[in-house]
């Protein structure tokens, strides 16, 4: 199910939730500079530097669509394989890293 199919409610829902989620950092970035710097300008150049790391993958993203629109046409019939295969993946890294076998060098 995608965001588009959801009902006004389940989406008013996750819209609550993401700006819960996002205010929280935000204030966190403006609590943080507020106590490590002199200056409000230092504040605000930490503000916006948030800001252009969290919006900078959804504008990639957006220009690379509409090159990558053909490619996922192409691959959309392989789906079910790459997500059995990842599925896999997960599962096995996840016991790796719960029998601590999983080492790091």
Do not use: C
Not at 42 to 51: F, V
């Amino acid at each position: 199910m995608t965001y588009l199919q959801l009902s006004s409610k389940a989406k008013l829902a996750y819209l609550r939730l993401l700006s819960k989620i996002v205010m929280a950092n935000i204030s966190l970035v403006v609590a943080l500079g507020a106590r490590s710097s002199e200056t409000a300008w230092h504040s605000a150049s930490l503000l916006a530097n948030y800001s252009l790391e969290l919006g900078t993958p959804f504008w990639v993203i957006r220009a690379a669509f509409d090159s990558a629109a053909p490619l996922l046409k192409r691959i959309r019939r392989h789906f079910t394989a790459i997500y059995t295969v990842s599925g896999v993946f997960l599962i096995t890294i996840g016991m790796l890293i719960l029998t601590n076998k999983l080492v790091w060098s």
